[in-house]
């Protein structure tokens, strides 16, 4: 399974910026996937993770409410809508993915196989 994540950038603090994770080598539609964040100086920390069929997400507390999650399964994307950006958000931006068929909650890195190669969001004052 390769995981390719693009959309990072700078943008403003209040903007917003959506990430894609294009998933190639497997049938896509059995596994979950997360996005995780990892912060200059910081450890990688979970963003949010989203099951296979789509139907159930799961958030960290610092983004709920801001972040939004989806998944087209027919294209094989995995999607993070990001709005009312904060200076805090600033970290690469790492999607991942594990096979699961059912609807747990994966919350935890080292619970997860694949790893895209991350990108950089930039939140500025």
């Known amino acids: 399974v390769q995981l390719q994540a693009f959309g990072g950038g700078l943008v403003q603090a209040g903007g917003s910026l959506r990430l894609s994770c294009a998933v190639s080598g497997r049938t896509f539609n059995n596994y979950a996937m997360g996005w995780f964040r990892q912060a200059p100086g910081k450890e990688r920390e979970f963003v949010v993770t989203i099951a296979w069929r789509g139907d159930n997400t799961y958030y960290a507390d610092s983004v709920k409410g801001r972040f939004t999650i989806s998944r087209d399964n027919a294209e094989n994307t995995v999607y993070l809508q990001m709005n009312s950006l904060k200076p805090e958000d600033t970290a690469v931006y790492y999607c991942?993915?594990?096979?699961?068929?059912?609807?747990?909650?994966?919350?935890?890195?080292?619970?997860?196989?694949?790893w895209g190669q991350g990108t950089l969001v930039t939140v500025s004052s």
């Open positions: 991942a993915a594990r096979r699961s068929d059912n609807t747990r909650h994966f919350v935890r890195a080292i619970e997860y196989d694949y």
